[in-house]
């Protein structure tokens, strides 16, 4: 009688866990559902696709309230707010001035100068002890 009640629920467990309400029928490989035991479970199916879909609302709807009123963010780059700089003050100041502007080292003026240099967005005028910093003529490479 032990022995009965002890394999009664290793197969009580596996009928509830399988979701079909029968056993798996033998010489079927683990896993495998047959038509019956799909014939069995219509709702079965129906109730996964609900709870998909479900799901995908509420994701959705939580996606929605949480970045509806975000404003997108532009990062200003160092470029950029050198630029800026240089456009304020005409098109062309020393680079002490953009340092004072700025807020920033003359080694970090130097290297944004620099890499404007390189992308051809100013040029760097050597004046004594100073660089003039300009933006370049662009009209003159358009007569080339």
Do not use: C
Not at 29 to 36: A, K, R, V, Y
Not at 73 to 86: A, G, H, I, Y
Not at 117 to 138: F, S, T
Request: negative net charge; proline residues 6%.
């Amino acid at each position: 009688m032990n022995q009965s009640k002890a394999m009664a629920f290793p197969v009580t467990l596996f009928i509830l866990l399988s979701g079909t309400g029968a056993a798996q029928p033998p010489n079927t490989p683990p896993g495998h559902m047959t038509e019956d035991m799909m014939s069995q479970s219509p709702g079965t199916w129906a109730v996964v696709g609900l709870s998909v879909l479900l799901t995908l609302a509420v994701l959705t709807a939580i996606y929605w309230f949480w970045f509806k009123d975000r404003e997108t963010v532009t990062v200003e780059t160092d470029e950029d707010k050198l630029l800026k700089v240089l456009d304020e003050k005409g098109g062309k100041t020393t680079q002490p001035v953009l340092k004072e502007e700025t807020g920033w080292s003359a080694s970090k003026i130097s290297r944004v100068t620099d890499r404007l240099e390189d992308e051809g967005e100013l040029e760097k005028l050597r004046l004594g002890r100073k660089n003039i910093v300009q933006r370049p003529d662009k009209s003159a490479g358009e007569n080339d």
